[in-house]
């Protein structure tokens, strides 16, 4: 009996720590004052027991306030407009872990100041917060607070990343730096230390793109790794397949990350690398793969891969036959009533010779583009809404251009972003729905360069990741 009453109590306690032992919380140690113009560390610990999957810890902070990361724990590490974002795609195994950060006052910053940590996670597909104790820290010496100095353009320049995919930029230096961007016209691949190599071919696409492809064999690695490809000046590149990484662009360095290597043995990764306006000659890309090899930072060297470009052709070669399409109305109606199709032919060239002038003013391109709505971000929109980005360039072209060039004659819209025109379509509630059309359009074979999906909260467009985790949704492979 005493046996048995001791069977009990063990089951009891052992159910009492799974239901009430396991919350998720979050702690931040923040210093009491610190001085204006200096730094502190902070530390949060992430207590996450037995959650696991994606996550995103942010830290808000007052004007005047910069943060910069020290210890982040496989998560990617961006600051901008007053929030820290610790995000990671698969949480540590460990129940509970630490993270750290520098805390950076503004000279002109006096008063006290609140900092506030939350963290947001998923759990039976539910998405869930959990805030820390609020607490603000004094700065200077007075502890009354009072509104400081705006901080001049240096804050959001330091942490700011440019790109399709801006969910975070490339692991924080601690893990794997960044080599210096170079231009050796040959630069021998080489293989790194557990048999790990990358490979990288240039595809020519027109006058001014080329589609790159780089193959990273990496074997059994898993753990971090990232591939940084040193673009030529003046470059921009625009991922078309990740291969679950992180894209980002930042000057002339695009890089992949992938915060977890995924099983597969070879990793299979491709962007579009557009040149600048009159680029002609010869031009080189060079990289690297950097991963972790018992907690050691390793390197192989993708190599130098060079391709040319001549500026001489047209930037869009199909242009001249779009007027044909609604020229011959008028034209064949005039030569019915006149002659047989020999004489009717020779009057429909001069026809077409002046509609080719005026092509370049672009009444007959843009004309067009309004007509499947292709318009700005369509409004009003409002919540999470998922869509697919099919191409992006420097200049507006209509319906007529994307059957001639893509063989595509759906609807699209258009959006304005730095510089680009970037062309999506559809607008969906659900990701998988998304998913399948991007899909769609792969197997329909359009030639499109490598349509993928975009997200979007109240018409701003944000990370795919960011709005499942808002919507509760989960990604689709």
């Keep these: 009996m005493i046996k048995l009453f001791t069977l009990f109590n063990l089951a009891g306690l052992l159910l009492f720590n799974l239901f009430f032992a396991g919350e998720v919380s979050i702690v931040q140690e923040l210093p009491a004052r610190m001085d204006p113009g200096t730094e502190v560390r902070v530390t949060v610990t992430v207590n996450k027991a037995q959650t696991s999957g994606f996550a995103k810890l942010q830290i808000d902070l007052p004007p005047g306030m910069s943060a910069t990361a020290i210890e982040t724990k496989g998560a990617s590490f961006t600051f901008a407009d007053g929030k820290a974002k610790f995000i990671w795609m698969a949480l540590p195994t460990q129940p509970s872990f630490k993270v750290s950060y520098t805390l950076r006052a503004d000279a002109a910053a006096n008063g006290s100041f609140p900092v506030t940590a939350r963290l947001s996670y ?21 502890g009354m607070a009072s509104t400081p100095a705006p901080q001049p353009a240096e804050q959001p320049a330091a942490q700011t990343t440019t790109g399709a995919n801006d969910l975070a930029s490339a692991a924080p230096a601690s893990v794997i730096p960044d080599a210096a961007v170079s231009d050796v016209p040959q630069q021998p691949g080489q293989q790194g230390p557990g048999d790990v190599a990358a490979s990288r071919v240039i595809t020519p696409v027109n006058n001014g793109e080329v589609l790159v492809d780089v193959t990273v064999k990496k074997g059994l690695l898993r753990g971090f790794g990232k591939l940084q490809e040193n673009l030529p000046a003046g470059f921009t590149a625009v991922s078309t397949q990740t291969d679950e990484a992180i894209f980002s662009v930042n000057g002339r360095m695009a890089k992949f990350v992938w915060l977890n290597l995924p099983a597969k043995s070879d990793l299979k990764v491709s962007y579009r690398l557009l040149a600048p306006a009159g680029a002609d000659g010869n031009f080189t890309v060079n990289g690297e793969f950097g991963y972790l090899l018992n907690d050691i930072t390793q390197r192989a060297v993708v190599g130098s891969t060079s391709f040319n470009l001549s500026a001489t052709a047209p930037a869009v070669a199909v242009a001249p036959p779009a007027p044909v399409q609604p020229q ?20 429909a060239e001069p026809k077409h010779q002046p509609a080719a002038e005026p092509k370049h003013q672009a009444p007959a391109e843009t004309a067009k583009a309004p007509v499947p709505k292709a318009t700005s971000t369509p409004s009003p929109e409002t919540g999470i809404l998922f869509k697919v980005q099919i191409t992006a360039a420097h200049r507006e072209v209509g319906k007529p251009y994307f059957e001639q060039r893509h063989h595509y004659s759906g609807d699209f819209s258009i959006e304005r972003h730095e510089g680009w ?6 607008r969906f509630d659900q990701y998988r729905a998304a998913r399948d059309q991007r899909q769609a359009y792969i197997d329909a074979q359009y030639n499109f360069p490598g349509p993928f999906v975009t997200a979007y909260n109240n018409g701003d467009r944000i990370t795919v990741q960011e709005a499942l985790m808002i919507a509760n949704q989960r990604w689709v492979p």
């Design 421 to 426: 025109i970037k062309y999506v379509t559809g």
């Design 122 to 142: 998923i759990e039976d597909n539910e998405r869930k917060t959990v805030d820390a104790t609020p607490s603000s820290i004094v700065v200077g010496s007075s």
């Design 328 to 347: 011959p109305k008028p034209a064949e109606t005039a030569a019915a009533t006149a002659k047989p199709a020999a004489t009717a032919q020779p009057a």
